[in-house]
């Protein structure tokens, strides 16, 4: 079997600018819908590829062979995107959004298409499907952060239990991107922002990760489930920040075996 090779596509929205879109397709289009899987990326430096290099071949010849359209998105100021960045704010959400509508009018199914957010993309993701947009079946919120105020308030600290030099230069990032206000806060919290949507949300992370405290996971888990959302967990024991891609994949096919890819 060919490997596709993918597809940059440009997506242009005049509240976001362009939206880089790299889409790869099974080559037998015969018309109905197909699952899809969105990636949306973390925070890259000093380079910023954004999508670029997240659709690598085995996982490309992994989604197509079974069907699947396989995608991943550049945040605004990575890759192809317009910024400059927001640090997942609204321009961030918007593009996210945009990406995964252009799928769904491209032939996704939405109800059995993920999107996994990894990091910052997560906090993005857990955002952005709410209030009628169109939302995938699952959405994978990986090593993210959720409740912003609480995680200012843990660097701030010190950040018990973390790497604190790290978390404080993610911190100045965030603040010359964002801000430091607490709408702003509260605008890319997904404690705050998630409650609103509907699709089933599967949290990822590392028990070990210096970077996003287990209990930022815990204070998300509970305003989902608070919400009636479903909602699951994989915590891997000894998992920092980044994780292996295969125990994200497992945790879906064990909670959603009818829609793991």
Do not use: K
């Amino acid at each position: 079997m060919t490997i596709p090779e993918p597809r940059t596509i440009r997506l242009r929205d005049h509240r976001s600018g362009v939206v880089e879109l790299f889409v790869a397709e099974p080559d037998d289009q015969r018309g109905e819908r197909r699952p899809a899987l969105l990636i949306v990326h973390g925070h890259q430096f000093p380079e910023r590829p954004g999508g670029r290099g997240r659709l690598t071949p085995p996982l490309i010849e992994r989604l197509t062979g079974r069907g699947w359209i396989a995608a991943a998105v550049s945040q605004p100021g990575y890759g192809g995107s317009s910024g400059p960045p927001d640090c997942c704010g609204p321009r961030t959400q918007a593009a996210l959004r945009i990406a995964f509508r252009h799928l769904v009018e491209r032939g996704a199914d939405p109800t059995r298409s993920i999107v996994w957010g990894i990091s910052r993309g997560a906090v993005a993701a857990s955002c952005a499907f709410v209030d009628g947009a169109p939302e995938p079946g699952v959405l994978v919120l990986q090593s993210g952060t959720y409740d912003m105020e609480g995680w200012v308030s843990w660097v701030r600290a010190g950040a018990p239990g973390g790497n604190a030099e790290l978390a404080n230069a993610i911190l100045a990032n965030q603040e010359r991107e964002a801000g430091r206000n607490l709408d702003a806060l509260r605008a890319r919290s997904g404690v705050v922002q998630a409650p609103r949507g509907r699709c089933d949300v599967l949290i990822v992370h590392g028990a070990r990760d210096p970077q996003a405290p287990s209990e930022d996971r815990a204070r998300m888990l509970a305003a989902l489930q608070l919400a009636g959302r479903r909602v699951e967990t994989a915590v891997m024991p000894e998992g920092e920040h980044a994780l292996p891609p295969r125990f994200a994949m497992e945790a879906l096919a064990e909670h959603w075996p009818h829609l793991a890819p």
